[in-house]
Antibody, heavy 125, light 106 residues
Framework: QLQLQESGPGLVKPSETLSLTCTVS??????????WGWIRQPPGKGLEWIAS???????YYKPSLRSRVTLSVDTSKNQFSLKLTSVTAADTGVYYC?????????????????WGQGTLVTVSS | SSELTQDPAVSVALGQTVRITCQGD??????ASWYQQKPGQAPVLVIY???NRPSGIPDRFSGSSSGNTASLTITGAQAGDEADYYC?????????FGGGTKLTVL
């Protein structure tokens, strides 16, 4: 059974860089049909997709976050990572890593499954 | 702000049928996926594609789409279905979520 687990600091100072890693177990991050993504949820609010990456390194980002986000993949460790620079209090929330399968063709769609348990990141001095 | 619009709250009597809707231009081109989130837990996928249920999701959950509207229908709602429900779809900017619908089972 595929499982994802986030890891990283729970507290980040304003203007610094948030760094999280997702470890994938029970399957390979090098799957042909799967992207791997990050989604966040501010306290008491809804879900926001941040970005997704393919094992080859191909990425796509939410436009409003594009300038601050970097995703990377380490296939040898079956991990992928998120870096978010110049954080502010607005970046506080639970960060989830997800498998992000993509279907292209006559019907193009994608979905997120499974999700990691999530990790709370607080931006505060 | 979300480009997918959901009603903030919906209620249903125990055992009855409820439809949760999601509106947005991207739904004319892409299928929606739906997620159930209970307090303190990570979201769980319940519907994806045309009307696909992941393993372990009861068949009382179903999805449909027409024009710019996607719908999640729960037939015979149970107390355990009380949760927040989010729709999602691919869009021209990447991916978008609806603002979520809080489902109350009375």
């Amino acid at each position: 059974q595929l499982q994802l687990q986030e890891s990283g600091p729970g507290l980040v100072k304003p203007s610094e860089t948030l760094s999280l890693t997702c470890t994938v177990s029970g399957g390979s991050i090098s799957s042909n049909s799967d992207y791997w993504g990050w989604i966040r949820q501010p306290p008491g609010k809804g879900l926001e997709w941040i970005a997704s990456v393919y094992y080859s390194g191909s990425t796509y980002y939410k436009p409003s976050l594009r300038s601050r986000v970097t995703l990377s993949v380490d296939t040898s460790k079956n991990q992928f990572s998120l870096k978010l620079t110049s954080v502010t209090a607005a970046d506080t929330g639970v960060y989830y890593c997800v498998r992000h399968p993509q279907i292209f063709g006559a019907d193009t769609y994608n979905w997120f499954d499974p999700w990691g348990q999530g990790t709370l990141v607080t931006v505060s001095s | 702000s979300s480009e997918l619009t959901q009603d903030p709250a919906v209620s249903v009597a125990l055992g009855q049928t409820v439809r949760i809707t999601c509106q947005g231009d991207s739904l004319r081109n892409y299928f929606a996926s739906w997620y159930q989130q209970k307090p303190g837990q990570a979201p769980v996928l319940v519907i994806y594609g045309k009307n696909n249920r992941p393993s372990g999701i009861p068949d009382r959950f179903s999805g449909s789409s027409s024009g710019n509207t996607a719908s999640l229908t729960i037939t015979g709602a149970q107390a355990g279905d009380e949760a927040d429900y989010y729709c999602h779809s691919r869009d021209n900017s990447g991916n978008a979520f609806g603002g979520g619908t809080k489902l109350t089972v009375l």
